[in-house]
């Protein structure tokens, strides 16, 4: 690559190129004028030496024509050849030159004079002659070498002139050394302009900044360097017509590769008479730090949208989450979470807060006589009525099994109660076909006197239960006299109340954070931990109050809450524990307690905790600590629902076990480990009374499913009559056979009914009602699986033993569904 020329060697250049060009033009035309004489002086000498060899010719005498070319040729250096032609063509006499010199093409050249020779009138032949061409050539030469002599001496002239004129302008003497090289260690560009902003100086920042020379910058105009800026003006310009600095202007430089950015400050010069001499100008180099910031422009416009989506995911996910799968209603914890903030906005805006908990009539019957798959779309028709018949007023929930709620907030309980008929209207008149279906409902509310919400939704279920026992398809609303047993004689009795105090102060929403930060920690512990909730409430249904239910729920959520205090070394090993690692690791439990005390003013709830640990036996409790049924309630079915599902589930070093084995392990350590009927109750909800339900490994004969039916069809006559010896005497042979034909889900039935008279206060018997329709269940389960027995066997006959008997089971099986 060739050097850069400075600014001085280009002027130096062009002022000799100049000022050397006139002299060789007039040199160049005075030699043209030389070679047009010298052309003319031998065109005079050949037509002189023609004429002499014509008088010759005529003569014939070509000897002496030859001899006289000859001395012709002889008598100039400057002649190389001469030759007589004849008109033919014919050469008749040469002298001289090279043949080959005598074919080249001489038309523009005074080189070569042809002369013609007259004879007798006409042309009789020629005399050419051929000078030599060096005196053109050296003309040329001379004329050259004379061109470079005088642009060389004007060269050095000019350029020593130069060299001292333009010392006094150039910046790089006009600026001290020590100044130059201080611009120069600064890490920004600076420029110095003068008062019409043409460059005086730049730095080496600047020049990199902007790849340009120094010399290519020198007096040039900084206006012409192609800077764009968002701004109106360029800010030397402002300085200079606001006569102050202006700093943090961005500039855009863009090249062939590249654009480039800075940040530009400008100060003006005054000189002595206070007038603006120039103008400091600074660019800071901020091209890495906008290509960061674009970077992280997109990176956030990334983000945002990757945001937008995961938010929508998360609404979608909460919608997930806060709906029933099956009918499309919002599930338990999502309607407590709104019947929590209902309640809180009742205490402080004083708006009204009415619950209708409604429960499908039969629904038990319907699901066993025609199968699950009917009994789920008779819930979604069921969910969808409801939907449509409280519209926007409301909140429809599903609150557990065939049981839905509905919150009603901004209106008396007179209005609730009637969008409680019209939805119990429509369900009667929309769902007739295929299957009647008709529902119970129990309405309250704020205006009632409750200090909870827990105490509405249990105003409400104890209205719902004297709608059911009423007659059924019937809205109640809650008195007082429900709750002293004033109302009707056949209102069911429900599970005395725990203390207010007791759940009063659980907060949903602080038991949602609490189980929130257990999933932050261990996802696992937390899905464990909803399942188990999930059955607890199962399980516990029917032998508890509403909010011992609730109260139920939250401690099987926090059962394990205590893991959070357990290090992640222990709590996420992927494998089993030492003994050492289990000692730390049952410290949760009193963890747990902790915190739960510390969050939630409940002692139902953290008793629940503290005790679901203790064996049924005692043989863990320590001195002085609940044995037995001393336990309380709920703390004996987290015990069994946590053991279930702990084996059920996958572990990293184990597979989860199949239900049969664990619900063996259960029946195992009943007694021992669990309470005995809470594990038969349990088994014999998670079994399910199907019609397809296999609950017997061996085979039942004949003699097994007539002693079952016939026990049976007098234990249900004995109940409807209200014979209590003729009943006990029924359930003591009913047990009998169980233990006779190893039958355990026969003696817990007839064991609990007769528990349910003996505790009965009021003699209804009511409580044992769900136990019968157990033990009809049983029955028929019993015949079935008889009747898979028969499957290859010829048809019972009619009026045979085993077709009365199945006749009168199937006759006190409509009995009792009247």
Known sequence: MLPRLSTTHKLTIILALLSSAPLVVIAYHRSGESLDQLGQYRARLCEQVALGCSVLVRENNYRVVEQWLDQYHRSSPAIEGVRLVRFDGLVIFESGANPDLWKRNYDQSSAFVETPIVRAGRVWGTIQTLFSERTETLQTAYLLRAFGVILLINGLTFGLLLRRTLSVLDSSKAVPRRVRNTLDTI???????????????????????????????????????????????????????????????????????????????????????????????????????????????????????????????????????????????????????????????????????????????????????????????????????????????????????????????????????????????????????????????????????????????????????????????????????????????????????????????????????????????????????????????????????????????????????????????????????????????????????????????????????????????????PEGGPIGEDIPLGARIVCIVDAYDAMVSDRVYRPGRPPEEAFAELRRCAGSQFDPELVDRFVHLQIGWRPDSRLFEESIDEKQAIAVGHLTERTLASFESHDESSLRDSLKQLGEVGLQFDLPILNNITAGIQKAITESRDGSWDEALPMLQDLLEMCLTVQRAHIRELANKPLLTEGSEQSNVLTQLRSIGKANQM
């Open 187 to 621: 890490a920004g560009g600076v420029v110095i302009l003068d008062g019409q902003e043409r460059v005086l100086m730049s730095n080496s920042a600047f020049q990199q900044s902007t790849h340009t020379h120094p010399d290519e910058l020198l007096g040039r105009n900084l206006g012409n360097i192609p800077f764009a800026s968002d701004s109106e003006e360029m800010p030397w310009k402002s300085a200079i017509r606001c006569k102050q600095q202006v700093s943090g202007v961005t500039l855009f430089l863009k090249t062939e590769n590249e654009t480039r950015f800075f940040v530009a400050n400008a100060t003006p010069i005054f000189d002595g008479k206070d007038e603006i001499a120039g103008t400091l100008v600074s660019f800071e180099d901020v091209t890495a730090l906008e290509q960061q910031k674009q970077s992280l422009m997109l990176a956030l416009k990334d983000l945002e949208q990757s945001r937008e989506q995961i938010h929508q995911q998360n609404l979608k996910l909460q919608d997930l989450a806060n709906k029933d799968v099956l009918t499309g209603c919002i599930n338990r914890r999502a309607l407590f979470e709104i019947l929590e903030r209902s309640w809180t906005e009742f205490q402080t805006d004083g708006q009204n807060l009415n619950c209708i908990m409604f429960d499908v009539d039969h629904f038990k019957k319907l699901n066993d006589t025609h199968g699950h798959a009917v009994g789920d779309q008779v819930l979604r028709d069921v969910a969808r009525t409801i939907r449509e018949a409280v519209g926007s007023v409301g909140t429809v929930g599903r609150y557990g099994g065939e049981e839905f709620c509905v919150i009603l907030t901004g209106m008396p309980v007179t209005d609730a109660m009637q969008v409680g008929e019209s939805v119990r209207s429509a369900i009667e008149t929309e769902l007739i076909s295929p299957y009647h279906v008709t529902a119970s409902l129990g309405c309250s509310g704020t205006e009632m006197g409750a200090v909870s919400f827990q105490a509405v939704l249990e105003q409400a279920d104890a209205a719902l239960y004297a709608a059911k026992h009423g007659g059924r398809n019937a809205i109640r609303c809650w008195s007082p006299d429900l709750e002293k047993g004033q109302s009707e004689g056949n209102a069911k009795k429900k599970p005395a109340s725990i203390p207010k105090a007791a759940t009063s102060n659980v907060s949903y929403h602080a038991v949602a954070s609490l189980h929130a930060a257990l999933a932050y920690r261990d996802a696992d512990t937390a899905l464990h931990s909803q399942r188990v909730a999930e059955l607890s409430v199962s399980l516990g249904r029917g032998l508890m109050s509403v909010s011992e239910l609730y109260v139920l729920e939250v401690a099987a959520l926090l059962h394990d809450i205590g893991k959070i205090g357990v290090p992640d070394s222990i709590l996420l090993k992927p494998g089993r524990l030492d003994k050492e690692e289990w000692k730390i690791m049952e410290t949760h439990a009193r963890i747990g307690v902790e915190i739960v005390e510390a969050s939630l003013n409940s002692k139902l709830l953290s008793e629940i905790i503290r005790f679901h640990h203790y064996r049924f036996d005692g043989t863990n409790t």
